[in-house]
């Protein structure tokens, strides 16, 4: 797909046009910003549409191909049957696809070329995978129309690849939260290596690793890292910790449960989320199992530690200050007199959906051992009205649920969670607080701060906003002042800031054969344009930005920023009418026909 000056974009068509299809005639272009295709970001397909023909999946491939898939693609994938347009069911396609664990909220639109051939533009985290979504919900289109009959093998083994590398490629749970909560406050963010992402630009860009932030130590991280080093420096600050000993063998657990007596809680020095975590052990042979347990996600390190009676709360600190609290509590079901554990466990799935708030419940080895302890069995039918719980650990990753209880949280407990953030210097933090009532003071109740956790996950958007709104307090949403300028010859436009450069910000330029900090040049191979400027975006001595660009160069790689403060147009630039929109749209402000050296000499004027 090579689009021009004089490509031309039609209304969304209804109904199938009836025209020749080579299916591996799907042409994929990908375009780094807003483009004269769509204003955002965009994997652009393009391809011949179906003859007439009514589109479902049937028989043994439609099997074959759910039982490939997570419950919520397959759900979405059932609604698609009734759509209108071949563009419109290959865009559903590839956007459930891509939402393969779980919502990724990216933009999507469709239309048809003057010559009847479909358009799907696609937006993206990465860029590679979303190709493959794309191709392949296309692929999936064709045979369920019919068509294509062939490519049923390569349908099933692409779908048997896409899921694990979604999965290795696209922003996790926490992320996706994340740039949820940065697109609201239009906060422009960039994938600096994978699992490291900026939100903000150039002197405003601030590194994220999850929830933890380029402000979190590597010395607090390393302690909250292991419980033994943590909880003895919670205790040496003057606030409540655990009596704990560490194992190395199930022979030292059971001695060290001797010393300790029970009830007991048994987990690994360094693990997250529940992992490896078994609470209320009262028996060596439970020890023991624990001890197994635990040892596999940290061997010859196992805590085991005096089990604190009451509530489990996590507290959560945001730059420092307190931010919210939860009530954690592990899962639960109530009895009702017919039906069994593990279909009352079916039932709670159900009403659980994959991608939501609350994790699906898993029967493991785990779960059987706590039920096992109730005397349970999965197969027994629970008496009504009685309460069945299901793991002894509260973690919302094993499908514990979570209460808000930020308004109950004491005062002194606040100054607590505050004060071991500071003295453990970490800017983001979850302390894991077990109380009879978070309502009280910890200096009035038996009480112990059980873990330090750097990077805590959090799934929900309230505080996450609070998260972005403490941290780009005043700086303009993280965006550095951004100008364009379009010109035949681009080079001149770096000869002619050369003799701009001055005392004030310091100025990154771009342009499609270079690239420059201030005075200092660089050179990051033969890339795209959005490529070099965001080599400037992600510099922090990067203060203001300057892309020069031909008309050309957008229409065949669009905008390299999401928007420009000011756009420059030299006099001689003929813009085609629907370039000038998607600049019109992109632009806060267009000046034409005025000196370039001139128009930016006033524009850095204004922004000193």
Same mark, same amino acid.
């Given at each position: 797909?090579? %689009?021009?000056?004089?490509?031309?974009?039609?209304?969304?068509?209804?109904?199938y046009?009836?025209?020749?299809?080579d299916?591996?005639?799907?042409?994929?272009?990908r375009?780094a910003? &807003?483009?004269?295709?769509a204003?955002?970001?965009?994997?652009?397909?393009e391809?011949a549409?179906?003859?007439?023909?009514?589109?479902?999946?049937?028989?043994?491939?439609?099997d074959?191909?759910?039982?490939?898939?997570?419950?919520?693609?397959?759900?979405?994938?059932?609604?698609?049957?009734?759509?209108?347009?071949?563009?419109?069911?290959v865009?559903?396609?590839?956007q459930?696809l891509?939402?393969?664990?779980?919502?990724?909220?990216?933009?999507?639109?469709?239309?048809?070329?003057?010559?009847?051939?479909g358009?799907?533009?696609?937006?993206?985290?990465?860029e590679?995978?979303?190709?493959?979504?794309?191709r392949?919900?296309?692929?999936?289109a064709?045979?369920?129309?019919?068509?294509?009959?062939?490519?049923?093998a390569?349908?099933?083994?692409g779908?048997?690849q896409?899921?694990?590398?979604?999965?290795?490629?696209?922003?996790?749970?926490?992320?996706?939260?994340?740039?949820?909560?940065a697109?609201e406050?239009?906060?422009?963010?960039?994938?600096?290596?994978?699992g490291?992402l900026?939100?903000?630009?150039?002197?405003?860009?601030?590194?994220f690793?999850?929830?933890?932030?380029?402000?979190?130590s590597n010395?607090?991280?390393?302690?909250?890292?292991?419980?033994v080093?943590s909880?003895?420096?919670?205790?040496?600050?003057?606030?409540?910790?655990?009596?704990?000993?560490?194992?190395e063998?199930a022979?030292?657990?059971?001695?060290?449960?001797?010393?300790?007596?029970y009830?007991?809680?048994?987990?690994p020095?360094d693990?997250?989320?529940g992992?490896?975590?078994?609470?209320?052990?009262t028996?060596?042979?439970?020890?023991?199992?624990?001890?197994?347990?635990?040892n596999?996600?940290s061997?010859?390190r196992?805590v085991?530690?005096r089990?604190?009676e009451?509530?489990d709360?996590?507290i959560?600190?945001?730059?420092?200050?307190?931010?919210?609290?939860?009530?954690r509590?592990?899962?639960?079901?109530?009895?009702d007199g017919?039906?069994?554990?593990?279909?009352?466990?079916?039932i709670?799935?159900?009403?659980? %959906?994959t991608g939501? %708030?609350?994790?699906?419940?898993?029967?493991?080895?785990?779960m059987?051992?706590?039920l096992?302890?109730?005397?349970?069995?999965?197969?027994?039918?629970?008496?009504?009205?009685?309460?069945?719980?299901?793991?002894?650990?509260?973690?919302a990753?094993?499908?514990?649920?979570?209460?808000?209880?930020?308004?109950?949280?004491?005062?002194?407990?606040?100054?607590?969670?505050?004060?071991?953030?500071?003295?453990?210097?970490?800017?983001?933090?979850?302390?894991d607080?077990?109380? &009879?009532?978070?309502?009280?003071?910890?200096?009035?109740?038996?009480?112990?701060?059980?873990?330090?956790?750097?990077?805590?996950t959090?799934?929900?958007?309230? &505080?996450?906003?609070?998260?972005?709104?403490?941290?780009?307090?005043?700086?303009?949403?993280?965006?550095i002042?951004?100008?364009t300028?379009l010109?035949?010859?681009?080079?001149?436009?770096?000869?002619?800031?050369?003799?701009?450069?001055?005392?004030?910000p310091t100025?990154?330029?771009?342009?499609?054969?270079?690239?420059a900090?201030g005075s200092?040049?660089?050179?990051?191979g033969?890339?795209r344009?959005?490529?070099?400027?965001q080599?400037l975006?992600?510099?922090?001595?990067?203060?203001?930005?300057?892309?020069?660009?031909?008309?050309?160069?957008?229409i065949?790689q669009?905008?390299?920023l999401?928007?420009?403060?000011l756009?420059?147009?030299?006099?001689?630039?003929?813009l085609?009418?629907?370039?000038?929109?998607?600049l019109?749209?992109c632009s806060?402000?267009?000046?034409?026909?005025?000196?370039v050296?001139a128009?930016?000499?006033?524009?850095?004027?204004?922004?000193?």
């Amino acid at each position: 797909m090579r %689009p021009t000056n004089n490509i031309e974009v039609s209304p969304t068509a209804t109904g199938y046009q009836s025209v020749t299809v080579d299916p591996a005639a799907i042409e994929m272009q990908r375009f780094a910003g &807003p483009s004269i295709f769509a204003p955002f970001a965009a994997v652009v397909g393009e391809f011949a549409v179906l003859a007439a023909a009514e589109w479902g999946l049937h028989g043994a491939f439609r099997d074959a191909i759910f039982a490939k898939l997570p419950g919520s693609v397959v759900a979405r994938i059932q609604t698609l049957e009734q759509r209108s347009s071949f563009e419109t069911l290959v865009a559903g396609l590839a956007q459930a696809l891509q939402d393969w664990h779980g919502p990724n909220d990216l933009p999507c639109k469709t239309d048809r070329t003057s010559s009847g051939r479909g358009l799907v533009c696609l937006g993206y985290h990465d860029e590679p995978t979303t190709a493959q979504a794309l191709r392949l919900a296309y692929e999936l289109a064709l045979v369920g129309c019919g068509h294509a009959s062939e490519r049923v093998a390569s349908v099933l083994t692409g779908l048997s690849q896409l899921g694990s590398v979604l999965k290795a490629r696209q922003p996790t749970e926490v992320e996706r939260t994340m740039i949820r909560a940065a697109r609201e406050r239009e906060i422009p963010f960039y994938r600096v290596v994978p699992g490291l992402l900026q939100y903000g630009q150039g002197k405003h860009g601030r590194h994220f690793l999850a929830t933890s932030s380029q402000c979190d130590s590597n010395t607090g991280t390393l302690v909250q890292h292991d419980k033994v080093l943590s909880n003895t420096l919670v205790r040496q600050l003057g606030f409540p910790g655990v009596e704990h000993g560490v194992a190395e063998t199930a022979d030292h657990a059971v001695r060290l449960a001797r010393q300790l007596g029970y009830p007991l809680v048994v987990k690994p020095i360094d693990g997250r989320q529940g992992l490896g975590v078994t609470a209320q052990v009262t028996s060596e042979e439970e020890i023991v199992a624990a001890f197994a347990v635990a040892n596999a996600v940290s061997p010859g390190r196992v805590v085991i530690e005096r089990f604190v009676e009451g509530d489990d709360v996590r507290i959560t600190a945001i730059c420092g200050r307190f931010a919210r609290a939860v009530l954690r509590a592990p899962p639960r079901l109530v009895g009702d007199g017919s039906r069994t554990v593990m279909e009352l466990i079916d039932i709670e799935n159900r009403r659980r %959906p994959t991608g939501g %708030p609350l994790k699906r419940l898993t029967v493991d080895a785990a779960m059987l051992a706590f039920l096992q302890k109730q005397s349970l069995h999965p197969n027994d039918v629970v008496p009504a009205g009685q309460i069945v719980t299901l793991r002894s650990v509260a973690s919302a990753a094993a499908g514990g649920t979570l209460t808000a209880v930020t308004d109950r949280v004491h005062p002194d407990n606040v100054k607590m969670v505050e004060a071991i953030a500071r003295c453990f210097r970490l800017d983001t933090i979850g302390i894991d607080f077990l109380t &009879p009532d978070i309502a009280k003071s910890w200096r009035e109740v038996r009480c112990a701060v059980i873990e330090v956790n750097a990077r805590p996950t959090i799934t929900s958007i309230e &505080p996450i906003r609070m998260l972005f709104e403490r941290t780009f307090r005043g700086a303009a949403a993280g965006r550095i002042p951004s100008a364009t300028v379009l010109s035949a010859r681009p080079a001149q436009v770096k000869e002619a800031l050369a003799s701009l450069r001055r005392d004030g910000p310091t100025i990154g330029f771009a342009e499609g054969a270079s690239l420059a900090l201030g005075s200092e040049p660089r050179v990051v191979g033969h890339v795209r344009l959005a490529e070099r400027v965001q080599a400037l975006l992600l510099d922090p001595a990067c203060e203001a930005l300057i892309v020069a660009c031909t008309p050309e160069e957008i229409i065949h790689q669009g905008l390299p920023l999401d928007r420009f403060d000011l756009c420059v147009l030299e006099p001689e630039i003929n813009l085609w009418e629907r370039l000038r929109s998607l600049l019109e749209q992109c632009s806060k402000r267009i000046i034409e026909n005025a000196p370039v050296e001139a128009t930016l000499t006033q524009w850095l004027d204004e922004i000193v």
